[in-house]
């Protein structure tokens, strides 16, 4: 156990829905990143956020978004989902706004989309 | 951004030890060297991190040499379940982490 949590681990929707997925950082991590991996374009930095402020925006395609909320969980939004979307999403947490010191990922969502 | 490049793939057996060599030619200077490993369908986990020399922890050992050019990440008598990919980062003074397509080490019995 990795100490960051991520639900659901595993999701199936249909083209054109929205889902949440949802992350818990370490104790006392302020920084969330969230990353999306499918088999043809590998680790993929979407966003991270640091003490509830977004901090850093990769390649994050705008039909998603992200919040970080007081108690430091984050959630990641997809909308109109298409078949392309399928992918493993993984949260993680580091304790700085930088990656200098590494972090730490959880063990992620598995997202089917049919 | 500091590329790192790495071999695709690479066997070896139980028992052996396996070297990983990466190149970073253009590391900044405030920048350390740091590998992930990545089983199947969870998440990387940090092995180990060094800046120059050698480091050396319960799991790997990291030889980087005087220009930092390069790195070698050494697994010491591997086993099967050391089967995964392995991922050098050379650039982590920014806000994240950038993955290449690392290693696939593949050990067999």
């Known amino acids: 156990d990795s100490g960051v949590t991520q639900t659901p681990k595993h999701l199936i929707t249909a083209t054109g829905q929205r889902v949440t997925l949802r992350c818990s950082p370490r104790?006392?991590?302020?920084?969330v990143y969230w990353y999306q991996q499918s088999l043809d374009q590998g680790l993929q930095f979407l966003i991270q956020y640091y003490n509830g402020e977004e901090r850093a925006k990769g390649n994050i395609l705008e039909r998603f978004s992200a919040q970080q909320f007081p108690d430091l969980h984050s959630e990641l939004n997809l909308s109109s989902l298409e078949l392309g979307d399928s992918a493993l999403y993984f949260c993680?947490?580091?304790?700085?706004?930088?990656?200098?010191?590494?972090?730490?990922f959880g063990s992620g969502t598995r997202l089917t989309v049919v | 951004l500091a590329k790192t490049t790495q071999p695709i793939s690479m066997d070896s057996y139980e028992g052996q030890e396996v070297n990983i060599t990466c190149s970073h030619n253009n590391i900044a200077t405030n920048d350390y060297i740091t590998w992930y490993q990545q089983f199947p369908s969870q998440g990387p986990r940090f092995i180990i991190q060094?800046?120059?020399t050698k480091v050396t922890n319960e799991v790997a050992s990291l030889f980087i040499p005087a220009d930092r050019k390069s790195s070698t990440l050494s697994l010491p008598r591997v086993s099967l379940s050391d089967t995964a990919v392995y991922y050098c980062?050379?650039?982590?003074?920014?806000?994240?982490?950038?993955f290449g397509g690392g290693t696939r080490l593949m050990v067999k019995p």
């Open positions: 060094g800046y120059k």
């Open positions: 980062l050379g650039d982590t003074t920014g806000n994240m982490l950038t």
């Open positions: 104790s006392g991590d302020l920084s």
């Open positions: 993680a947490s580091s304790d700085s706004g930088t990656a200098n010191y590494g972090y730490t």
